[in-house]
């Protein structure tokens, strides 16, 4: 592991959900695992009045709920906490600005990473201020959680003001995705190994599935979720992230702009959606009262802060084609819901069927080869093909290699924000999308956006605890295919 310079963390939204369940708890593992942590400084930050230690205390708190208690150790909790401190700053005070200031003058030379855990609409106004009490150092970087904006134009406008601080290789616009132990296995898988390369093009791939599905609901963050629904919340960076790294090019290099020139050409390779294709080739739906793993749940409208007859949609499934030599014509269909029958991230590369079949008691959906990547919860890889049972007769079956991670490497596996923030420490942006990137994604999902908003229908009903609304299966059933699931 390659040490890491000293460095101060600013971590605005410091009491938030998102610092306490996930940011908080990725960097103590990161302290204990690594060798020198000299030089760590962590400060979190918000609006409440609070001493250091009543900081620490809900810290530890929320880290004894969401760290694993067989990783949970007193000791190294204790030289954690040494390294964390609070400060009170209004977002919107520049005032507050200065107090922050005297902490960090101490030692202005440190790598100095400023993440923004807030509402987006905060951003702009936390960086103009920072940049205003001169709090910006040619070392600093700032880190934007996503949604980063509602639509292209609030995306720009933030990108704007954002880029009027900070230089845009200061800017880490972060999708936890991305750092995600299987997704870079995805890009080692693709670009590590020459079997892959010569079949992934419309030649031998007859159509692409990629799901991300929950069991959970909207989890008390209920306000915000219904102001963001799930085409925001996962298809436009998630979702389509996914689909960057399985379909790009393979980069000159792994630099930075390497990867990302191309995830770019994958975006701006997205067949437009014209007002026709909203209607035909997406689905939105929102769940109903139902039952995941045999206990009850509520529907959407009857969890908290959801109003009466909301229009949100808690599913999408939608069909998207790329418009370029390697993938015309392949459908690459992408899912994702709250409140659905498993909790799944996956791949699934469907390949054609033989052009002619030798042995007639195989045909159709059995017939073909297919590849599983399997991104949660248990990670690993599986490879469908054809084998003879043994016997006489020459009768074949499908059987599959299954490589799992967990198996094969038997250690814990890093939480994505692990990983992410370990590179925006020490300068790594590969991980990170750039603004170009960000508009291209907006770009092609804003027709779906302003089709929705035109359709005087209702999202589709689904029930909690199923795959969806009738309509996802008959999205792809209607190409003659099927989701995994459905076969
Ligand atoms: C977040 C979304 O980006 O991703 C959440 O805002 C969602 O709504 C979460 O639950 C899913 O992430 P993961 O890593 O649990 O699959």
Redesign the pocket.
């Known amino acids: 592991m390659i040490p890491l310079e000293a460095f101060d963390l600013i971590l605005f939204g410091g009491s938030g959900d998102l610092a306490m369940r996930k940011l908080l708890p990725a960097l103590y593992y990161r302290h204990r695992d690594s060798h020198s942590t000299a030089g760590w400084r962590i400060v979190g930050v918000g609006r409440e009045e609070l001493s250091r230690e009543a900081y620490l205390e809900r810290v530890e708190a929320a880290a004894r709920k969401f760290i694993a208690p067989r990783d949970f150790d007193d000791e190294a909790w204790v030289a954690f906490a040494r390294c964390l401190d609070y400060a009170r700053v209004d977002a919107r005070q520049a005032g507050d600005f200065a107090r922050l200031g005297s902490l960090l003058s101490e030692k202005p030379a440190r790598v100095r990473v400023f993440y923004l855990a807030t509402a987006p609409g905060l951003f702009s106004a936390i960086c103009h201020n920072l940049g205003a009490a001169g709090l910006v150092t040619p070392d600093s970087r700032v880190v934007l959680e996503?949604?980063l904006g509602r639509d292209l134009a609030s995306a720009r406008e933030i990108n704007e003001l954002v880029g009027e601080v900070f230089r845009e290789e200061q800017i880490y616009r972060i999708?936890?995705?991305l750092g995600?132990e299987t997704v870079q296995n995805l890009i080692a898988l693709r670009f590590g190994n020459t079997l892959f390369e010569p079949l992934w093009s419309r030649a031998c791939v007859r159509d692409v599935q990629i799901t991300?599905a929950?069991t959970?609901g909207?989890?008390g963050?209920g306000e915000f979720?219904d102001n963001?629904g799930a085409l925001r919340?996962?298809v436009q960076?998630?979702l389509l992230q996914l689909l960057c790294i399985i379909a790009m090019e393979p980069p000159a290099s792994i630099d930075p702009d390497a990867m990302r020139d191309e995830k770019l050409k994958v975006l701006r390779a997205l067949r437009p959606l014209t007002r026709e294709d909203v209607a035909t080739r997406t689905v939105r739906g929102q769940y109903r009262a139902g039952a995941i793993n045999g206990r009850p749940v509520p529907g959407y409208q009857e969890e908290e802060g959801i109003p009466a007859g909301s229009r949100t949609e808690t599913f999408v499934a939608l069909k998207a084609e790329l418009n370029n030599w390697r993938w015309a014509g392949v459908p690459f269909y992408l899912r994702t819901g709250?409140r659905m029958q498993e909790?799944l991230?996956e791949v699934v590369v469907n390949f054609r069927e033989v052009p002619h079949a030798l042995f007639p008691s195989v045909s159709g959906e059995r017939a073909a080869n297919r590849l599983v990547i399997r991104?949660?919860p248990d990670e690993g890889l599986e490879l469908h093909l054809l084998a003879k049972v043994p016997g006489d007769e020459m009768r074949l079956r499908p059987v599959a290699l299954n490589l799992d991670f967990a198996e094969t490497y038997h250690t814990r596996q890093w939480d994505?924000y692990e990983r992410l923030l370990m590179d925006v420490i020490r300068g790594k942006l590969t991980l990170f999308m750039r603004r170009d990137e960000l508009d291209a994604a907006w770009r092609w999902i804003e027709p779906i956006l302003e089709g929705w908003e035109q359709d005087p229908a209702p999202p589709r009903p689904y029930t909690a605890g199923t795959w969806g609304p009738a309509a996802s299966s008959a999205l792809v059933g209607r190409d003659g295919l099927a989701w995994l699931q459905d076969t």
Do not use: F, G, I, S
């Open positions: 996503k949604p999708d936890h995705y995600k991300l929950e959970v909207v989890e963050r979720y963001t919340d996962m960076n998630h709250k909790r991230a991104l949660q994505a």
